[in-house]
C-alpha cells in the first residue's frame, strides 16, 4: 500500500525535511541522514520522511536507483526509544503524516529501484534495518556492525527479522543473544553487506554507473517480480515483532538495563 497520496509525494522539492537531506541529480535520489546531534537515531517523524522520500523515488521516472549516506559520528544508532513513547521535540518538517502507519523494518517493501547505502561510520541496532532493506551496502573496513539490545534488557525483534533474510540463521541469533559488533569483513562474509572499500564514494559511483547501462524498466520489474516472490503477511509480521518490542521496553530489565548504560555500571538483571 501506499503511505501519502502520489498528487503530495510528487512535490517532494517543494516539501521541508528536518532529519534528513533529499538531492536528486543524474538519475539518483541521495538521501542522507541528517540527526547527528542525536547519531540519526530514527524518530518517529525521520521514520515518515524516509518513507515521503523513497516512496517519491518509486513513483519518480526520472530516478533509477537510491543512494543513502549519513552525516555524523555514528550512520545509524537505531530507534530513538524516547521519541517513540512520546517524548517531545519541535517539528518543522513539511512532510505529512502517512495514512498508515509506518513501521521501520517498512522502509523498503514498496521500493522497486536498486538502493544503495554508503556506510561510512558504525550502525546500531536498528541502524540494520537500513542495511538489510539496501540491495547493496558498500562500508568502509573500519565500520562494525553492533547488537546491544540484549544489553539493555531489550531484544531485537524487527531487526533479527529482517537479517534472517540475508544471513544464515545460526549467526543471526548468536549476533542477536550475543549483543556483540562485527567488523566489516565479518558482515561482508555473513551476507549483511556487499562490498568493503577505503572509498566508498568511489564504489558508490562504479555500481551506479554499472546499473545505468542497463534498462530501468526491465530492472524496475524484476524488482517488483522478486518481491512479489517473497510476498507474505508482512503487516501482521511487523505489528507482532512491534509489540513484542514495545513488551520488551517496558520491562523491569529494560528499564534497569537502559539506567545502567546510562550510568556507566554494569545491569542488575532481575529476569523480568
Not at 220 to 226: H, I, P, V
Request: hydrophobic residues 40%.
Amino acid at each position: 500500500m501506499a503511505y501519502f497520496e502520489s498528487e503530495l509525494v510528487a512535490k517532494l522539492h517543494e516539501q521541508t525535511f528536518q532529519f534528513l537531506i533529499v538531492e536528486e541529480a543524474n538519475h539518483s535520489l541521495s538521501i542522507t541522514l541528517n540527526r547527528p546531534e542525536k547519531k540519526n537515531a530514527l524518530h518517529p517523524h525521520m521514520v515518515n520522511e524516509l518513507a515521503f522520500a523513497l516512496e517519491y523515488a518509486n513513483q519518480a521516472k526520472d530516478v533509477w536507483a537510491v543512494v543513502l549516506k549519513a552525516n555524523g559520528d555514528i550512520f545509524c544508532a537505531g530507534a530513538d526509544l524516547k521519541a517513540f513513547q512520546g517524548g517531545a521535540e519541535e517539528i518543522v518538517s513539511t512532510i505529512p503524516f502517512p495514512n498508515d502507519k509506518v513501521l521501520i523494518n517498512e522502509f523498503f517493501n514498496n521500493l522497486t529501484k536498486p538502493c544503495i547505502a554508503q556506510v561510512d561510520k558504525n550502525v546500531l541496532a536498528g541502524g540494520m534495518l537500513i542495511m538489510t532493506g539496501c540491495n547493496y551496502v558498500v562500508a568502509k573496513p573500519s565500520v562494525e556492525f553492533g547488537l546491544p539490545e540484549v544489553k539493555r534488557g531489550l531484544y531485537p525483534f524487527q531487526v533479527m527479522s529482517s537479517l534472517l533474510e540475508v544471513m544464515p540463521a545460526r549467526k543471526v541469533i548468536d549476533w542477536c543473544i550475543t549483543g556483540k559488533s562485527i567488523s566489516a569483513e565479518e558482515a561482508l562474509t555473513d551476507g549483511l553487506i556487499t562490498h568493503v572499500t577505503e572509498n566508498t564514494d568511489e564504489k558508490v559511483n562504479e555500481i551506479l554507473s554499472t546499473l545505468f547501462e542497463n534498462s530501468p524498466n526491465a530492472i524496475r520489474l524484476g524488482l517488483t517480480a522478486y518481491k512479489k516472490l517473497k510476498e507474505k503477511d508482512v503487516k501482521a509480521e511487523n505489528e507482532y515483532l512491534f509489540g513484542m518490542l514495545m513488551q520488551a521496553i517496558g520491562s523491569k530489565d529494560a528499564q534497569e538495563g537502559i539506567a545502567a548504560f546510562r550510568e556507566k555500571r554494569q545491569p542488575e538483571w532481575k529476569g523480568e
